[in-house]
């Protein structure tokens, strides 16, 4: 304690100041975002309640991987010499190693049980090793002391506060956004559709089956899944049977574990930044300030934000990417400053880790091999110094990548035939998809237009799109001014001497994700967000070469992170259900989908309000609450059966469905139709008429499902039970 007030009464005034505008802003924007109103204090408790349940399996999750990355960083060491950047190089392997064991273990079937040992204890195995690795460093730092004064001391004087806020706001936001249940934020991705459908239903799928396997009815099956596969890790750890127990704490653990991820990633461009800064010749404190802004500025990317807080696999792909492209541009440690080139063994091992990295990356979301592996490939043969060592590093690269991904590729050649299903089906084969199948998908992800149209969605908006204009790319209101700031950031560096050479190996990396995305995609703004690993790591190259020469302006352009992280609260506050702002069922939680939250009112009602009650509740809830055990529901039209806790059968809009299948096996007997649901075990039918209509204008789904081919089967022989949104999602029941 003697210690701890040493430290505090010797701190600055600068020092004292940054902190206290982290806590004044930490305390603003809680109170601006976890509360909807002030009629609802409530939610602020539910919060910390919420983190206090849901928080601790995702964050020993982290813990681990940080543990298994000391580890391995003290195998390198010890065969290869050390690296200048052990923070970086820790966290990527660990993380990475943690995704490999998830999903090796869930394919496996280890999490279903085996060998006499419970899924639980296997799940807290390579968790508890990681854990204790983790531990020891701690530990030792805890004896040293902690000097609250100098936690801040990395960052020079004069930044410390636009940071300070930076943090404090994209980390709130990013964290109470993760809180609330899957479904209800960001309508840019219509409520998180993705984790209704797969992301985390499958591993909510795989937890009940005991095993990681590609599913026939979810095409989404058939990707790599590394990060579903640390879902069911969390799953299983927690010794959760099905992850909609508990009101879904373990749904709220998964988006907590992503929003992990993102701040690390952010914490990860930071140091790119630095990498990339120490090959101009600056000195340490500089490097620092222009780290903690490249880091700063990613943190307040909205899109960041968005993707950070719902169970998706951005979050993983690119902090992987970022510790990819620190190992690309790492320099030996004791080499001279400016000298890229070390030995040929120096070269190989930069290589493999920075390809092992990436592949691992792919893993996560496989949009990464394009949009990452061209990026950090220029950034390796950069820092190789050209010729023969970069062409080596590279190959030493794709084979580690081709290793971290090879789990996947076996997985899917022994359940299809295909390494790459659904990709690639012209070379390996369609496995058990139609030809008709392969091409509604690939119809589905590919950009139709030209050169030209492609080039023009850069920058305008998107006419043709159904919903309204909207920015498909760069322009998109969830980037904010992140690109037109990093384009002007590179044209600088690139015309400073001191900076060109660096400069233009992050202009080069960016452009390469750019051209990747306008010709490999379609089109989608989210798809670009790799982009912000070499566009952040520009702008703090940029701030820490102008601190050196017009400190002035430096520190202003600094200040420009505050109006940006005050876009990202009005941004934040804007979600929602309209009117009801952005946290409505954050103190509810994920059981107001299921209904579990007043399972034991309902049950104490009497029959008249019981009806009054299913009068006004919603599908789920409606559909919970009245299954009976025999009951199996079919969800026709819809892919998102997360929050169905009975007995589901569905597909996505690009597998063979119940009702197509009894269409092909009797086309013009629509009464055989109804009778093959039957014979599956069918006592229920949800039409989504308005997806259909959607799916059908699009040209996604199978053109024999239409309302009028509904109608002629399950509507002429079932009972309407109840309709929701004037009759677009109907409930049928099939005659028993």
């Not at 989404?220 to 750890?237: D, W």
């Not at 006419?463 to 909207?470: I, K, L, M, T």
């Not at 452009?511 to 566009?535: D, E, K, M, N, Y």
Request: charged share 15%; with cysteine; glycine share 10%.
């Amino acid at each position: 304690m003697k210690h701890l007030g040493r430290n505090i009464s010797g701190a600055n005034f600068d020092r004292v100041l940054a902190w206290a505008v982290v806590v004044a802003a930490g305390l603003a924007v809680f109170a601006l975002v976890s509360t909807s109103s002030l009629r609802e204090p409530a939610n602020a408790a539910a919060l910390l309640w919420t983190l206090f349940e849901s928080g601790p399996a995702a964050a020993v999750y982290l813990l681990a991987a940080a543990g298994w990355g000391i580890l391995m960083i003290r195998l390198i060491d010890r065969a290869v010499g050390g690296f200048r950047d052990r923070p970086a190089l820790a966290v990527g392997l660990g993380v990475s190693f943690m995704l490999t064991v998830s999903h090796l273990m869930g394919v496996s079937g280890c999490f279903g049980g085996a060998m006499g040992i419970s899924g639980r204890h296997w799940a807290i195995v390579p968790v508890a090793v990681g854990l204790a690795a983790a531990a020891w460093p701690a530990i030792r730092s805890l004896h040293r002391g902690v000097d609250l004064a100098t936690l801040a001391a990395p960052i020079p004087s004069g930044l410390r506060i636009p940071v300070a806020l930076a943090w404090a706001c994209g980390g709130i936001v990013l964290v109470v956004a993760a809180c609330n249940p899957p479904g209800v934020l960001w309508s840019s991705e219509f409520g998180g559709y993705d984790s209704l459908s797969y992301h985390l239903q499958l591993p909510r799928e795989w937890l009940a089956s005991g095993v990681l396997r590609p599913v026939e009815h979810n095409v989404y099956s058939f990707l790599p899944g590394y990060i579903e596969a640390a879902f069911l890790h969390l799953g299983a750890m927690t010794g959760t049977p099905d992850l909609l127990d508990g009101d879904g704490r373990v749904l709220i653990s998964c988006q907590l574990l992503s929003a992990g991820l993102a701040l690390l990633a952010a914490w990860a461009v930071g140091r790119v930044a630095l990498a990339a800064i120490r090959l101009t010749g600056l000195d340490a404190a500089h490097a620092r300030g222009g780290a903690a802004i490249a880091a700063s500025a990613a943190v307040v990317v909205p899109w960041m934000v968005v993707v950070g807080s719902l169970a998706y696999s951005e979050s993983a792909m690119i902090l992987l990417g970022a510790c990819a492209a620190c190992v690309a541009l790492e320099r030996p440690a004791g080499q001279a400053e400016g000298s890229p080139r070390g030995s040929l063994g120096e070269v190989l091992v930069r290589g493999a880790l920075a390809g092992w990295l990436v592949g691992v990356a792919c893993g996560a979301k496989l949009t990464a091999i394009f949009m990452f592996a061209p990026a950090v490939a220029v950034m390796l043969g950069a820092a190789a110094g050209g010729g023969r060592h970069a062409a080596l590093a590279c190959l030493a690269a794709s084979a580690a990548g081709l290793a971290a991904i090879a789990p996947w590729m076996i997985r899917n050649w022994i359940a299809s035939g295909n390494p790459v299903f659904p990709h690639a089906a012209d070379l390996f084969g369609a496995g058990h998809w139609t030809i008709e199948q392969v091409e509604r998908y690939a119809a589905a992800h590919r950009f139709t237009g030209g050169w030209v149209d492609r080039l023009r969605l850069v920058f305008l908006a998107d006419q043709s799109d159904p919903a309204g204009a909207r920015h498909r790319g760069p322009m998109h209101h969830q980037w904010a001014w992140f690109f037109p700031c990093a384009t002007a950031g590179l044209a600088v560096l690139i015309a400073w001497t001191r900076t060109r050479a660096a400069g233009s190996i992050l202009a080069a990396a960016l452009a390469t994700q750019l051209l990747a995305w306008i010709t490999l995609t379609h089109l989608q703004s989210r798809f670009l967000l790799p982009a912000v690993v070499p566009g952040a790591a520009s702008l703090g190259m940029l701030l820490a070469v102008a601190n050196t020469r017009r400190r002035t302006i430096a520190m202003l352009s600094a200040w420009l992170l505050v109006p940006a992280a005050g876009y990202l609260v009005y941004l934040y506050k804007r979600e929602g259900p309209a009117g009801h702002g952005p946290n409505v069922l954050l103190a509810v939680g994920p059981g107001a989908f299921t209904g579990s939250i007043g399972r034991e009112m309902y049950d104490a009602l009497d029959p008249d309000e019981r009806r009054r009650f299913l009068s006004e509740a919603g599908p789920t809830v409606y559909l919970n609450m009245t299954a009976r055990e025999q009951d199996v529901l079919y969800l026709l039209g819809d892919a998102t059966p997360l929050y169905y806790s009975g007995k589901v059968l569905y597909n996505t809009t690009y597998d063979a469905s119940a009702i197509v299948q009894a269409i092909t096996q009797h086309p013009d007997s629509p009464p055989r139709w109804v009778d093959a649901l039957l014979a599956r075990g069918v006592t229920r039918v949800l039409v989504n008429y308005a997806e259909i209509d959607r799916l059908t204008r699009s040209g996604w789904i199978d053109p024999r499902i239409t309302p009028e081919s509904i109608q002629r089967s399950i509507g002429a022989f079932g009972r309407i039970e109840r309709a929701w949104n004037n009759r677009s999602l109907v409930l049928y029941r099939l005659p028993s």
